[in-house]
């Protein structure tokens, strides 16, 4: 992997999305965190040492298109990224796996090759971990910021239950280490709405 290459990117994405304040959940740290995750299920999944670089570059692009529109923005990730790459010549068939990479994303869309479920597990992983309430939070109080808008708890909870009954993972190793950690996170929400009278 071009060492370099990577530490250029990750200094203009850093440039691309410090500006953003108001984004409490999809900061430059999440992107690392992505990076970090998906590198640790490349090296648990077996996938090969020439397909990392690529995978690394998706997920440090994977969420500048918020700098232009917040919903649906997706392609705009990958176009930023295709226009970067392209300026500094790098391979145009890398260039399209990587924009698909991207894409895959998008929550309604679903992994097929293991490189995208990799990217995929690791875009969510922190909603699955012992912090997932307080990730949860920085991302509702993100969205009121960034929409202008309430969001009332129990429907904001309602919504977190929802998601996380019907998450799926992707890879070998995401189930097998964060299905009891999702199992605990469905009851702990179940229990707050129900003690809440909200169910």
Do not use: C
């Not at 990076?35 to 440090?60: C, D, G, H």
């Amino acid at each position: 992997m071009n060492q370099k290459l990577i530490k250029d990117i990750k200094n203009y994405v850093n440039y691309i999305v410090l500006p953003l304040d108001r984004l409490y959940y999809h900061q430059y740290d999440h992107a690392l965190e992505v990076m970090q995750r998906a590198i640790y299920l490349w090296e648990k999944e077996w996938v090969s040492e020439k397909e990392l670089e690529i995978l690394a570059i998706a997920w440090l692009f994977h969420d500048t298109g918020f700098v232009i529109q917040y919903d649906n923005n997706e392609y705009i990730w990958a176009k930023i990224a295709k226009n970067y790459l392209r300026a500094i010549l790098y391979p145009e068939d890398r260039i399209a796996l990587i924009e698909s990479l991207i894409l895959i994303t998008n929550p309604k869309e679903t992994p097929q090759t293991l490189l995208e479920k990799i990217l995929k597990d690791a875009d969510l992983d922190n909603l699955w971990r012992d912090d997932f309430l307080e990730r949860w939070k920085r991302l509702k109080h993100e969205l009121e910021l960034i929409k202008n808008i309430r969001i009332k708890d129990p429907d904001w909870r309602h919504a977190a239950l929802d998601l996380i009954e019907w998450h799926t993972f992707y890879t070998s190793t995401q189930i097998r280490e964060r299905n009891e950690l999702l199992k605990k996170n469905t009851e702990l929400l179940r229990s707050d709405l129900q003690n809440n009278g909200e169910e």
